[in-house]
């Protein structure tokens, strides 16, 4: 069977994504890197929902809390806001690709090619690039499984975010809330 690692950026994004391996007969393993993710304690909730979907999936997820450095992300992306997500996706890819290398994994994806919101070419490009000889890059465009991913979080109470992660993103999101 073969193997792929699945960075995970938060449990409704990782419902269909999931099944989709899992129904491929992929042996899976998560993994929940995400330092773009503020303030910590949506981080938190992005985390525990991760968990969540894993248990309920019957998958082991290597949760890397140890590596939540913000600061990090921000030295990444701190003048380049308007390319920001490129340098935001190859810095949690880049370590999902290490892992993967370093575990002996066949594959690595991630469920940003599940959402309509990212960037989907920039996803993939940039995980041909980190691919090796003996760890490929499994390409799938999981937006297939958006409306499904949605009412399974629901049904399943897994928490549901609002924007994308990182503060720029919130911002973007909320801003109509200063146009008073």
């Known amino acids: 069977m073969k193997r792929v690692l699945l960075h995970i950026c938060c449990g409704p994004c990782s419902i269909t994504t999931l099944k989709h391996l899992l129904d491929e007969g992929y042996a899976v ?3 929940f890197f995400n330092p773009n993710i503020h303030p910590l304690m949506e981080y938190v909730k ?3 929902g991760c968990i969540e979907v894993a248990e309920q999936l019957g ?3 290597i949760v890397k809390d140890n590596e939540y450095k913000p600061q990090e992300w921000f030295r990444a992306v701190a003048h ?5 997500c490129f340098h935001c996706y190859a810095m949690r890819m880049e370590r999902t690709a290490q892992i993967a290398r ?4 066949d594959f690595f994806t991630t469920t940003l090619l599940y959402s309509k919101y990212q960037k989907h070419d920039e996803i993939a490009a ?8 003996k760890t490929k890059f499994l390409y799938h465009d999981f937006r297939e499984g958006w ?10 109470g897994i928490y549901r975010q609002q924007y994308c992660g990182c503060l720029y993103s919130e911002n973007e ?5 200063l146009d008073t």
């Open 29 to 31: 393993t998560g993994l």
């Open 46 to 48: 992005r985390r525990d």
């Open 126 to 133: 940039l995980g041909r690039d980190l691919e090796s000889a």
């Open 80 to 84: 380049r806001e308007n390319n920001r």
């Open 102 to 105: 370093k575990g002996g994994f």
């Open 147 to 156: 409306q499904e991913g949605i009412e399974t979080s629901k049904e399943w």
């Open 173 to 177: 999101r909320y801003k109509k809330e």
């Open 59 to 61: 998958i082991r997820v």
